[in-house]
Nanobody
Framework: QVQLVESGGGLVQAGGSLRLSCAAS????????MGWFRQAPGKEREFVAA????????IYANSVKGRFTISRDNSKNTLYLQMNSLKPEDTAVYSC????????????????WGQGTQVTVSS
């Protein structure tokens, strides 16, 4: 089992920045692809960004490309999401996920999930 705990969410004005963290514990942290997903009220969970363990390849949703950056610090067993130029439509609960997805953008392909952290962007 892998336990994932997100932090860093909060209330920010449009144009502001936040950095989310996802601390991993349990089974060995290495070897997992990891990603960030979000779910806004009344909407389905959607892909935000992901990083492949083997080569560090990253992929982003078009809606966040150029504004968000995913990274990981293996020495701290932590995944990050730097979010800049935030918009009201970025408001959602952000969750991190780990696993061996066939498709890095596919929610159903991840095995482990955190509880999520709320991000609210005011206009």
């Amino acid at each position: 089992q892998v336990q994932l705990v997100e932090s860093g969410g909060g209330l920010v004005q449009a144009g502001g920045s936040l950095r989310l963290s996802c601390a991993a514990s349990g089974r060995a942290y290495s070897g997992y692809d990891m990603g960030w997903f979000r779910q806004a009220p009344g909407k389905e969970r959607e892909f935000v960004a992901a990083m492949r363990w083997s080569d560090g390849h990253t992929i982003y949703a078009n809606s966040v490309k150029g504004r968000f950056t995913i990274s990981r610090d293996n020495s701290k067993n932590t995944l990050y999401l730097q979010m800049n130029s935030l918009k009201p439509e970025d408001t959602a609960v952000y969750s991190c996920a780990a696993g061996w997805p066939r498709m890095m953008t596919a929610t159903m392909d991840y095995d482990y999930w955190g509880q999520g952290t709320q991000v609210t962007v005011s206009s």
